[in-house]
C-alpha cells in the first residue's frame, strides 16, 4: 500500500462492499437521499475561485509557525495538509448549518469567560424531594390569588380577626408577634378591611408617625398592606412543593443564552448601540406603505411584529380574462402566514404586477389568521379530512419524533402554524390551490375534546397526570 496517496483514496476498496449491501430501514423522517446530480456550472465556478484562493505558505509565513510550534508540530502539520488535496478541500469544505453548529465563528483555541465559564445556580438550590402540587393544592392557591382563605387558614383568620377588632392597647405581647409574623409573611391569605379596621387605619394615619409606640406601628403598617395588596400576588404562586430556589432560579447543565442586543453583560454595561432615532445602522428607516399601515390598525400587530411572522408564497401562476376589449392577462399567487405557534391563514392576491400581487396575498393572508388546536403543541386531535373542489385530503395525528410526513404544500402549512408531527394522504386531484385550501378547512374542521365531553356531560381526565402526579413526561 502506498503511503503517498491521500487519505480519501485509501478507502477507496471498501466502497464496492457497501454498495451492495442489503437494503435496510430508515428509522428518521428523512427521506431516503437520491443519488448525487452532477454540479451546475455556477457550483463548479465557484469551486474554481476557492481553489485559486488556496496557496502555499509563503516564507514570511513559515517563518512565523517556527517562532510558535516545535519542529515536530510543524511537521506534523504539513503532513496533515499535505495528505487533503486543494480540489478536495475547495469542493467539500463548508461551514456548518446544522441545528448544533456554533452560531459565530470561533477557532476555539482561547476560553470565553461567558461561555465556558457561565454563572449557573448553585447546587444547592436543587431538591430531591421536589414535587408538583395536586389539584386540591392548586384549588387552594388560587382561591388565595382571589382573595378566598383556604380550609387550613380559616381559623388562622379567624384568630387573626379577633384581635384585629380589639383596642391596639388592649393587645399583648404575643397577640403582638403574632401579627407582626403575619404581617411580614407574603403567603397568607389577607382578607378586606373591615369597617372597625378601617376606622382604625384612618386614626393611626391622622396621628403623628413620632408619636406612635413600636406595637402601633405595626398594626398600621399591617391594616395598610393589607388593603393596598388585598390578596395573595401572582408573583407567590407556586406550583411545586419544596425549596422556593429550585423552582424560582433550578440548577442546570445548560448555558445561558449569549447577551442580546440591549441587555446588560457582566460588567453592567449595556450592548445596545446609540443610535440616532431616524437611522438604522447607519441607513435611513423606510416608513411603512399605506397597505402596510391599513394592515397595523386592522391586526393591531406593530411594524415588528408583522416582520416576524412566516410567509410563504405557495402558489404563482398567469390567469387571463377574456373581455370586450381582448384577452387581459394578470398575475395571481396564494400565500399562507402563521406564527409558528397555532395561528395560521391564506389570502390571494391578483394584479397587472407580480409585487403586487404578492403584497396583496401576503396581506390577506396576515389579516386572516385563524387559531387552530394543537395536541401538545406538536400535532393535531385525531384525523380529519378536508375536501375542495376534486381534492380530497386526510390528515393524521403522528407520535413524538415522527416528523412532517406530506406534500410540500402540506408541510409548508404545518411549519407556519407550528405543527412537528403530521401525516396526510391527497387523494383524487392534486391541484395545489385546492390543496392548500383544502387543509387549511381540515385543520379548522377539528373538535376540542373538552367541549365534546361538555356536550355529553363528562369529564375528560389525562391519565398521564394521573399516573405521574401531575408529570407530563
Not at 469542493?91 to 459565530?104: E, V
Not at 447546587?123 to 430531591?128: A, H, I
Not at 398567469?318 to 381582448?326: A, D, E, K, L, P
Not at 392576491?349 to 394543537?374: C, T
Amino acid at each position: 500500500m502506498n503511503h503517498n496517496v491521500p487519505t480519501p483514496c485509501l478507502l477507496r476498496s471498501f466502497s464496492q462492499v457497501l454498495r451492495n449491501s442489503a437494503p435496510r430501514r430508515h428509522f428518521h423522517a428523512s427521506p431516503i437521499r437520491a443519488k448525487r446530480t452532477k454540479r451546475t456550472s455556477v457550483e463548479k465556478q465557484q469551486i474554481r475561485q476557492r481553489l485559486r484562493e488556496v496557496k502555499p505558505y509563503t516564507k514570511k509565513e513559515i517563518e512565523a509557525l517556527k517562532q510558535k510550534y516545535t519542529p515536530a508540530q510543524l511537521a506534523a502539520i504539513e503532513a496533515g495538509e499535505d495528505a487533503v488535496r486543494p480540489e478536495h478541500l475547495a469542493a467539500q469544505a463548508a461551514q456548518r448549518t446544522d441545528p448544533w453548529s456554533l452560531r459565530y465563528l470561533d477557532d476555539l483555541s482561547k476560553i470565553d469567560a461567558v461561555v465556558d465559564n457561565p454563572i449557573r445556580a448553585p447546587y444547592e438550590n436543587s431538591d430531591p424531594r421536589q414535587r408538583l402540587k395536586t389539584t386540591a393544592e392548586l384549588d387552594d392557591e388560587i382561591g388565595r390569588l382571589q382573595g378566598l382563605p383556604s380550609k387550613d387558614d380559616e381559623q388562622k383568620l379567624k384568630d387573626l380577626q379577633r384581635l384585629l377588632l380589639k383596642d391596639p392597647k388592649d393587645l399583648s405581647d404575643a397577640d403582638f408577634e403574632k401579627i407582626e409574623k403575619i404581617a411580614k409573611s407574603p403567603q397568607k391569605s389577607i382578607s378586606p378591611l373591615s369597617g372597625t379596621q378601617e376606622e382604625q387605619l384612618n386614626a393611626l394615619l391622622r396621628r403623628d408617625r413620632k408619636s406612635l409606640s413600636d406595637k402601633e406601628r405595626i398594626l398600621m403598617k399591617y391594616l395598610t398592606r393589607k388593603k393596598t395588596e388585598g390578596a395573595l400576588g401572582l408573583r407567590d404562586l407556586r406550583i411545586t412543593e419544596g425549596k422556593e430556589e429550585a423552582e424560582l432560579e433550578p440548577r442546570s447543565a445548560l448555558a445561558p443564552e449569549i447577551f442580546a442586543r440591549g441587555e446588560k453583560n457582566l460588567e453592567g454595561v449595556s450592548t445596545k448601540k446609540k443610535k440616532d432615532s431616524k437611522t438604522s445602522g447607519g441607513r435611513q428607516e423606510e416608513e411603512p406603505s399605506p397597505a402596510l399601515l391599513r394592515l397595523m390598525q386592522m391586526t393591531g400587530y406593530d411594524q415588528r411584529q408583522i416582520s416576524l411572522l412566516r410567509v410563504k408564497t405557495l402558489v404563482n401562476h398567469t390567469v387571463t380574462n377574456q373581455t370586450r376589449m381582448g384577452k387581459v392577462g394578470k398575475f395571481y399567487q396564494l400565500a399562507i402566514a402563521g406564527n409558528g405557534n397555532g395561528l395560521i391563514g391564506i389570502g390571494e392576491g391578483k394584479s397587472e404586477e407580480v409585487l403586487e400581487a404578492g403584497i396583496q396575498a401576503q396581506y390577506r393572508a396576515i389579516r386572516n389568521m385563524r387559531p387552530i388546536l394543537r395536541y401538545e403543541n406538536r400535532t393535531i386531535f385525531g384525523d380529519v379530512k378536508g375536501k375542495v373542489g376534486a381534492v380530497e385530503l386526510e390528515l393524521y395525528n403522528r407520535p413524538p419524533g415522527f416528523g412532517l410526513r406530506c406534500s410540500q404544500y402540506v408541510w409548508e402549512i404545518a411549519r407556519c402554524a407550528g405543527l412537528h408531527d403530521l401525516a396526510a394522504r391527497v387523494g383524487r386531484s392534486r391541484n395545489p390551490m385546492n390543496t392548500v385550501k383544502a387543509t387549511i378547512e381540515a385543520l379548522m374542521k377539528q373538535k376540542n375534546p373538552e367541549d365534546v365531553a361538555r356536550a355529553r356531560g363528562k369529564k375528560m381526565v389525562d391519565v398521564r397526570k394521573v399516573y405521574y402526579s401531575g408529570l407530563v413526561i
